[in-house]
């Protein structure tokens, strides 16, 4: 059932981008179906991000209740599990990072270009195929005994449907016809979620093999630069094992974080206090460590 499931998780998506680019080539897209999945992948990946990871994962903030509540709701139509699961398995990794017990490690099982693959593909989409123990009651005992975070995880189905129906619901009463909904349903759902998951997925798989490592080479965690954009700033990831508890993970010049930007704007608003930061001189101090030894730069 697992694999099904996760084959039904990883080609239904898949299977939508190619039917919606046949529509694209023949047709083009409408500023409204552009306009609905830039719209839910910025709500779902601030979600997924500034909520599943930064905040229920490493408590990098405290959120008003209404706004926990909203994030975590926004990170569930991710559609990448429950609240509860996603971050169980995000702070196992953290725990056995590249090691045995690690989920979604992509450690090559031994020599050659192609058991480097293997791995890959095993911590890009592979981990979802094979038994990932949740537990719960060990990694996410503080989630469970939260009444609005078990509301959220119970109803993960609603949330589910919901991704799918809202882009469609906006379809059918801008446009007024069937076609219009169906259309708004494709681009703003399930395109919006293939791209999401291989976004995702990518800091698994690409941001341990690829990019630079400033932070040090304790693990195989990079920062991954052409990621950044798309994972709001999660892709710095190196950055992010270096200071897991950090709100920014684009802690050096020029590196662009949306999600600490969003946490920043919540932090004004007053709807977030207790943001955790990495004072400049600790950050200036490791760099200038880690570069006495000089950083690697990974890649196959």
Not at 80 to 91: K, P, Y
Not at 120 to 146: C, I
Not at 177 to 198: E, F, N, P, S, Y
Not at 203 to 217: A, D, I, R, V
Request: charge should be positive; include cysteine; charged fraction near 15%.
């Amino acid at each position: 059932m697992q694999r099904v499931s996760a084959g039904l998780l990883f080609t239904l998506p898949l299977a939508g981008v190619i039917l919606a680019g046949v529509f694209f080539w023949n047709h083009g897209i409408s500023w409204l179906d552009l306009g609905l999945a830039l719209g839910m992948y910025v709500i779902t990946g601030l979600g997924l991000s500034v909520g599943f990871h930064r905040l229920f994962s490493h408590r990098s903030f405290v959120p008003a209740r209404w706004l926990k509540v909203t994030l975590a709701i926004a990170g569930t139509m991710g559609i990448e599990g429950s609240v509860t699961s996603w971050v169980s398995q995000h702070r196992r990794h953290h725990t056995y990072t590249d090691r045995p017990g690690d989920p979604h490690s992509p450690v090559p099982e031994g020599p050659g270009i192609g058991a480097q693959i293997r791995g890959l593909w095993h911590a890009h989409a592979g981990w979802l195929f094979v038994p990932n123990e949740v537990n719960a009651e060990r990694w996410s005992k503080d989630l469970q005994g939260d009444p609005d975070i078990s509301f959220v995880t119970d109803t993960v189905v609603l949330w589910t449907v919901l991704s799918f129906v809202i882009p469609t619901v906006v379809g059918w009463v801008v446009t007024g016809t069937v076609w219009g909904a169906l259309l708004a349903g494709l681009w703003g759902g399930v395109v919006r979620v293939a791209v999401l998951h291989h976004v995702t997925w990518g800091t698994n798989s690409l941001c341990h093999t690829f990019g630079k490592q400033p932070f040090g080479s304790k693990d195989r965690s990079t920062n991954f630069a052409p990621l950044a954009f798309l994972s709001f700033g999660d892709a710095w990831h190196n950055a992010h094992h270096a200071f897991p508890r950090s709100a920014r993970h684009g802690i050096e010049a020029g590196q662009i974080d949306i999600s600490a930007e969003v946490i920043g704007l919540f932090e004004r608003l007053g709807w977030a206090t207790g943001v955790h930061r990495i004072k400049r001189s600790v950050i200036a101090s490791r760099l200038a460590l880690e570069a006495s030894g000089q950083p690697r730069t990974n890649g196959l």
